[in-house]
Each structure stands twice: as C-alpha cells, then as structure tokens.
C-alpha cells in the first residue's frame, strides 16, 4: 500500500491475503456470529490484513460479522466493553473467552447508555414542554441520538438558523440538560447531561 511504484503487486498481494481470509470465514458459516466474529479478528493481522498494530478494520469487520445472524442488529459494541475482547494474545480457547467476556460487558454498556438517553429524553421533554417552535424538539432529537454535538453540527442536522441553534444550545445549557465538553470558547461540543 504504501510502495507507489510496486503497488499493481502489492494489490495482487492484499487480494491474496483478503481471498485467504474470506476463503477461511466462508469455511465458518458453521460456528455462531460471535464465535466467527472473533476468528475473523484474530485471523486478520495473521493474513497480513491492514497496516502493523491497527485494530480498527479487522474490529469493525467482526462487530459487523458478529450481528449478521439475522437478530435485526448492524452492530455489535466491541469497543464499549474496554479493551479486553480485542487482546491478541494467548490460546484461541482464551482468545474466545475473553472475546465473549468483552461482547457481554459490552452489550450491558451500551445497555445502560441507552438507557440513560431514554430517561432524559423524558426529563428534556417535560423540561422544554414550554418551549416552542420546532428547533428545541430537533434539538433534543439531535442529543437523543449523537454522543457529542456541535453549534455547525446542531445547525446541519436540524436545519435550523444559528442564531436559533446557539440561543437554544444556551438555554438547555442553562436548564442544566446538556453540558459543554470542551472548555473552549470556539469549536465547542456538548452532550446531555447525567
């Protein structure tokens, strides 16, 4: 990837490695998601698969195998449950053990969070119910369903004037349900407030 004047043979090299690992995955259809999505973790960096010590494709690609059973879901949490699911070392019987560990602490973390944004959703409605105008309603939407929201981010999603934005951002600041994150006077994100 990274040789401009060998890269015609470099791609024929990654499109060895990936049919090797897809070949491999195909082989699994047998096992659960779960146990699959893990293989395909591990198996990625020994393919030869994406850049020395990066995580990122390799996780991605088994949080996407490990919610293709059908369940309804896109994505599996990996990352919400700490690091331990995605260590690379040990035998495989540890490997899946910790894998699973991690799936499960997961899974209750991104339980809780949704949990959390549900129950202020209900405090920010019976808080803003004196508000008017459609910009409060999208707003809350907006923090109902992103972690960290800008002013320019505010303003794109709910296609509302910044003047709007920022006087409304100010105003459930006030009210105390979302909080500036940054401590910056520019470029400044929030989020709902515990």
């Known amino acids: 990837r990274r040789d401009p004047e060998n890269i015609e043979d470099s791609a024929e090299r990654l499109k060895d490695r990936a049919g090797g690992w ?6 699994s259809t047998d096992l659960h998601p779960i146990t699959r999505a893990c293989m395909g973790f591990h198996l990625w960096s020994l393919a030869g ?6 995580q990122i494709e390799s996780a991605d690609t088994a949080s996407r195998i490990a919610a293709s059973d ?7 949490p ?52 004196q508000l008017s105008g459609r910009t409060p309603v999208a707003l809350r939407e907006t923090f109902s369903q992103w972690p960290l929201v800008s ?19 100010t105003w459930l600041e006030a009210s105390g349900l979302i909080r500036e994150v940054t401590g910056q006077g520019r470029y400044r ?4 407030a515990d």
């Open 22 to 27: 897809l070949e491999v995955m195909t082989a």
């Open 151 to 169: 002013a320019p981010m505010a303003e794109a999603v709910t296609g509302a004037s910044r003047a709007a934005v920022q006087r409304n951002l």
């Open 49 to 54: 698969l994406g850049q020395h010590g990066d």
């Open 70 to 76: 059908g369940s309804g879901a896109i994505f599996a």
């Open 78 to 129: 990996l990352a919400m449950g700490g690091a331990g699911g995605l260590r690379v070392s040990g035998s495989p019987a540890e490997r899946l053990a910790r894998w699973l560990d991690g799936m499960n602490s997961a899974i209750l973390t991104a339980m809780r969070t949704l949990d959390d944004i549900e129950a202020w959703t209900g405090r920010a409605e019976n808080v803003m119910a």
């Open 189 to 192: 994100m929030w989020c709902i």
